[in-house]
Nanobody, 120 residues
Framework: QVHLAESGGGLVQPGGSLRLSCEAS????????MAWYRREPGNGRELVAQ???????TYGDAVRGRFTISRDSAKNAVDLQMNDLKPEDTAVYYC??????????????WGQGTQVTVSS
């Protein structure tokens, strides 16, 4: 099993920065991708940024150019650097790991979520 532990959320003023961190533990050799999603009250989860083991990254349209995802494979960790934060970035942010169990089965593992609030 893989477990994810997030940290780094909080309150920040518009235009400020925050860095979220997520560290995986357990059977981490089976992880093939890690990502950050977010959920605003009343909405579904939205992709923020994703990174795969081959180094490819994908960003959501709303954050491209402001957020940067980075992965430390040695530490089984993924960070999200968030710059120029806006009030509409306020949400609960979730770390995600795609874990390959077998050739035909993938497990979706989620962290507990961390609140990011952008407000003056």
């Amino acid at each position: 099993q893989v477990h994810l532990a997030e940290s780094g959320g909080g309150l920040v003023q518009p235009g400020g920065s925050l860095r979220l961190s997520c560290e995986a533990s357990g059977t981490t050799h089976s992880i093939f991708e890690m990502a950050w999603y977010r959920r605003e009250p009343g909405n579904g989860r939205e992709l923020v940024a994703q990174t795969s083991t081959d180094g490819q990254t994908t960003y959501g349209d709303a954050v491209r150019g402001r957020f940067t995802i980075s992965r430390d494979s040695a530490k089984n960790a993924v960070d999200l650097q968030m710059n120029d934060l806006k009030p509409e970035d306020t949400a609960v942010y979730y770390c995600y790991a795609g874990v390959r169990i077998s050739a035909m089965r993938i497990d979706n593992v989620w962290g507990q979520g961390t609140q990011v609030t952008v407000s003056s």
